[in-house]
Structure formats: C-alpha cells, structure tokens
C-alpha cells in the first residue's frame, strides 16, 4: 500500500488534536480537514495575536472545538470520552526555550504532567486507537559531535524546555511499558508512538522567539534582524514535513495494527540539508527583497546547544514518507507566505492550501521539492 492509500484510511475517521489552537496544531488542521477527517480539538485559546487559528477561520472546519487546559485531567478524559476517536495526536506543550528559563516550573508542568493527563485520559477510556505524542528534536542528550541524533540515542536536555521534552518521552515510555504494551496489543488496542519534529518554519507562526516571527518583525520595522546564534545549525524544515509524517504514522497504525509502529520516530530535513541561523535569514531576506541581519551578544542569553540534526534513515525505511520541500523552499514558501499576508490578511487559509497543494503535488510526483528536484 503506497502513501496515498494510507492517508486515504484517514477519511471519516474521528481525530483528537490537543494544541489545535497553535501554529502547528492550526496547520494540522488544515491536513485533517483536507483528508475528511472529523476532528475534536482541545486546547487553550490560541497563545499569539494574530494567530493562524484565527486568520484561517479554522473553528469552522471542527466537529468539535474545546478550550480548555491539558492538566485538567477529569475534563479532558470526559471529553475524550465523547469524542470517543480513532487517532489522538497530542501536540499542547509549552514550546519555548527561552520562556522556558523564565518559567520553568509551568514547562515541566505543561510539558510533563499534561503529556501523563492525555496518555492517562486514552487509557480510562480503554478502547483501541492509535496515539501520537508530539515531542521535540530537543528530547536527546546534546551530542558535542554535532552527529545526527538517532531514536535510539540518549534522552536529556540542558535546559528546562528540553529537559521537559526528554520527560516527556519517558512518561510515554512507562505508559507503553505499563498499560500499553506491544506484546499485548491484541489485548488494548492502543499503538503509542512519540515524534520528534525539527525545527518548523512556515507561514502563520507568531510566537515569540521564534527565528521567523523575528525576522518579519524587524522587517516590518525596518530593523536589522538581530541574530543571537548566527552560526547554530538546526533541522529546519517547512512544518508539513513532520506533520505529513505523524499522519503518516496514525494512518499506518489505522490501516495495519502492528507493534513495529510503537516506539519513536524523527521527522525532519535530509542530514545534507542543513542550515545555520545565518543561513537561513539571508535566504530569507533574498526573499523578501530587503532587509540586513547582524551578530548580537547577550551575554544574559541562556546557553543553547550549538549544533542539532536528527537523523531520519528510521523513518524513511519504516514509512512511506519522506521530505518533500528542501530547506531553501521552505524559506522561499515562508517569506511569501509573510509578504503575501501583510499585504491581505484576508488570505491566510488560500495561502496554506495553495503550499498543501503544493507540497501534495510534490509527494506525488515522486519529488523532494516543489522547484523539482527529483529522488
């Protein structure tokens, strides 16, 4: 069975979201609508102003829509309950680093002990799904090589965002060991998964600290763009990429059971795909057609890993899925997206259906981007 028939298993199922208010959750959405699936969201409002959520209309494509915090643990079983889904993908989570440092208490609260509230909600319910924790690249154990990190490697963190997302893996890992084992999923029918995305970037994102939400705001200001790490590598990547892989991932575990799918699983950029800060600003500026960048020192600044790449030979060996946009596209797809938005707002949802679009006329064709680079 090719990618195209799995997501096509996505069709009418019943899909709970938590985080569905934010920028990936927003996107997600979007996926799900477009693959006709029934959808219940639960999360906070949306954290930023003006959010994806809100310019998109999003609200309307949702069978069911709750406002409400993931720690809340008796009414988010209820509403799990009622909702009673297929597919859970968990992705609220306090995603921050540097808000992190200045509130690491409601990280580990958030990032921890709401993860346990919606693995303990799916198993009061105790009924078969497939279930998808969203973690984070920064779940390992920082690698002074700067080697792309496997799923196998290491659980940690250095500071207390990433530190949490570790935590977070172990919690879906004694929930797995404890109540849902691959063994005996004859007997519970659950298929527990984790995700560890890259660095996403993309249109709609309005978060604080993010790199993009920086650069569009110095634009706009007719700043220079002020850059903290001009030299740190990250796995960027355009955020259809990972969430095309957790649907991916659900629709696999939907069309055939099996205890293969329950362990961890990177989604991001190919490993010779990689990008500095600095690097990905200037593409960004070429883009946009105006604009400077330069090298700041905050010596205040908290300390972040140097180099981070995530190594997806798992993924693209165990899944049909692979990345379709290259990191240069991506950025070519955010700064349009940003321009194009500034100018009408009316237009956010037109914009992310036509990178959809594009993004599923490369998957079909058998293409690594949209600009046609072939695999």
């Not at 959750?25 to 029934?38: D, E, I, N, V, Y």
């Not at 709401?114 to 105790?126: H, K, Y």
Request: with cysteine; net charge neutral; hydrophobic share 40%.
């Amino acid at each position: 069975m090719n990618v195209v028939d799995h997501l096509q298993s996505l069709r009418g199922k019943k899909v709970f979201v938590t985080g569905h208010t934010g920028f990936k959750g927003s996107w997600l959405l979007l996926l799900l609508h477009r693959f006709g699936a029934q959808v219940t969201g639960y999360s906070l409002a949306p954290p930023t102003s003006p959010s994806l959520f809100t310019a998109a209309q999003l609200p309307e494509v949702l069978a069911s829509h709750h406002e409400a915090d993931i720690r809340d643990a008796v009414r988010l079983t209820a509403v799990v309950r009622a909702a009673d889904p297929d597919v859970v993908i968990h992705l609220a989570a306090q995603p921050l680093v540097r808000l992190s440092h200045r509130e690491p208490l409601d990280t580990f609260s958030i990032n921890v002990l709401g993860t346990a509230s919606v693995l303990d909600a799916v198993r009061q319910r105790g009924k078969p799904c497939a279930l998808i924790a969203v973690t984070s690249d920064k779940c390992y154990e920082p690698d002074p090589d700067g080697k792309p990190h496997r799923e196998s490697d290491r659980l940690g963190g250095h500071d207390p965002y990433s530190a949490s997302k570790g935590a977070a893996e172990l919690v879906a890992e004694a929930y797995r060991r404890s109540f849902f084992p691959p063994a005996r999923l004859h007997d519970h029918g659950v298929q527990l998964a984790t995700a560890r995305g890259g660095n996403v970037i993309g249109g709609g994102d309005w978060a604080e600290d993010r790199i993009i939400t920086d650069i569009v705001r110095h634009l706009s200001k007719g700043e220079p763009v002020p850059l903290r790490n001009p030299e740190a590598i990250r796995p960027w990547q355009h955020v259809l990429e990972p969430l095309m892989g957790y649907l991916t991932l659900a629709a696999v575990m939907l069309a055939e059971p099996s205890a293969g799918w329950c362990t961890g699983w990177n989604f991001g950029p190919a490993v010779d795909d990689d990008l500095t800060v600095q690097q990905l600003t200037e593409l960004f500026l070429q883009a946009w057609g105006a604009g400077r960048c330069e090298a700041v020192c905050d010596p205040r600044a908290p300390i972040e890993t140097p180099v981070l790449r995530l190594s997806i030979a798992q993924s693209l060996a165990g899944l049909p899925w692979r990345p379709r946009f290259q990191s240069r596209d991506a950025i070519l797809r955010t700064a349009n997206w940003f321009r194009a938005y500034r100018e009408n707002p009316r237009v956010a949802r037109s914009l992310c259906s036509a990178d959809i679009a594009a993004y599923e006329a490369a998957r079909l064709a058998g293409h690594v981007s949209a600009s046609g680079v072939n695999t």
